[in-house]
């Protein structure tokens, strides 16, 4: 395909070039991650300036910076890639393209792993029950991984919770509050404590706070970094961390496991989420399903 003329028009061959150097801030790391030679990616990024009449890069012998105009690139190529990654996604879900004889009305719904047992059900069971109800299907999630499903186009509504999830960009509906727990190991002494403070939890000799990624990036400290919920649940049992999670995640706890009451933590709020933009009558009837409960 040829490249845009104007200077305000974008290939996303181009955004994917851009982006791979970005990131990388190396053009043989790109050249490499893209699957492509050195020298024509280099071009097609001096080309992409040319035309845009801006310097996106500042290049020197160890690699390559970004500028102003590269930050504002790279922050506004993600958002557009993504939406257009989504529209394919959804679009082809729209058609049951995306499976073998799959339905042609069917939606995703992205969750957190583990989390909202109770109110999924109630909600699947009752949406189940509606005239033309589209087929569900549920999709598991790690911690924050909810919303960069809904971006790309992977989901179709989430159920997210605030604070931990942002609901910027999307529209919500809020569903249900409840309190927090710390999970402890069920023979470390403070589990015989009828409540707990978040202070006291955070500063446990030899039991760190376990520590969930967010956008690819784990926070600092000394708790394990968790990729899964099976995993955190067996470092729990071991004695090797504690964790902070809604009141509803008592419903996978195991035996070994004790779930106390924090005093001071506040109040998470789930919210059913979907893309702004969104025009599908099944999201609509399941929003007002969930929003019915």
């Given at each position: 395909m040829d490249t845009p003329d104007t200077p305000d028009a974008l290939e996303t061959r181009e955004l994917r070039y851009f982006l791979a150097v970005a990131e990388e801030?190396?053009?043989?790391?790109?050249?490499?991650?893209?699957?492509?030679?050195?020298?024509?990616?280099?071009?097609?990024?001096?080309r992409l300036e040319r035309r845009l009449g801006v310097s996106l890069l500042q290049r020197n012998r160890r690699g390559v910076a970004l500028t102003d105009a590269g930050e504002m690139l790279l922050h506004e190529g993600r958002a557009a890639l993504d939406a257009t990654t989504a529209a394919a996604r959804r679009t082809r879900r729209a058609g049951g393209a995306d499976r073998p004889g799959g339905s042609r009305n069917r939606l995703v719904l992205a969750v957190k792993a583990g989390a909202f047992h109770e109110l999924l059900h109630k909600l699947l069971d009752a949406y189940a029950a509606e005239p033309d109800a589209a087929e569900i299907e549920v999709l598991p999630s790690g911690t924050c991984e909810q919303e960069e499903m809904l971006r790309d186009g992977r989901a179709d509504a989430a159920l997210m919770h605030k604070p931990f999830n942002s609901l910027a960009g999307f529209d919500s509906e809020e569903l249900m509050t409840e309190g927090q727990i710390a999970v402890l190991p069920a023979g470390h002494p403070l589990?015989?404590?009828?409540?707990?403070?978040?202070?006291?939890?955070?500063?446990?000799?030899?039991?760190?706070?376990?520590?969930?990624?967010?956008?690819?990036?784990?926070?600092?400290?000394?708790?394990p970094e968790i990729h899964d919920q099976t995993q955190l649940a067996q470092l729990i049992a071991l004695g090797r961390t504690?964790?902070?999670?809604?009141?509803?995640?008592?419903?996978w706890l195991w035996a070994e496991h004790t779930a106390v009451p924090l005093t001071d933590a506040p109040p998470v709020v789930t919210h059913i989420a979907w893309p702004a933009h969104s025009r599908s009558l099944a999201l609509a009837r399941l929003v007002r399903t969930a929003t019915r409960l």
């Open positions: 801030l190396h053009f043989g790391r790109a050249a490499e991650r893209l699957g492509m030679a050195q020298p024509p990616l280099s071009r097609a990024i001096q589990a015989a404590h009828r409540t707990l403070s978040l202070a006291d939890v955070s500063n446990i000799p030899g039991l760190p706070l376990a520590r969930w990624a967010r956008n690819g990036i784990y926070p600092p400290g000394p708790g504690v964790a902070v999670f809604p009141d509803s995640a008592r419903t």
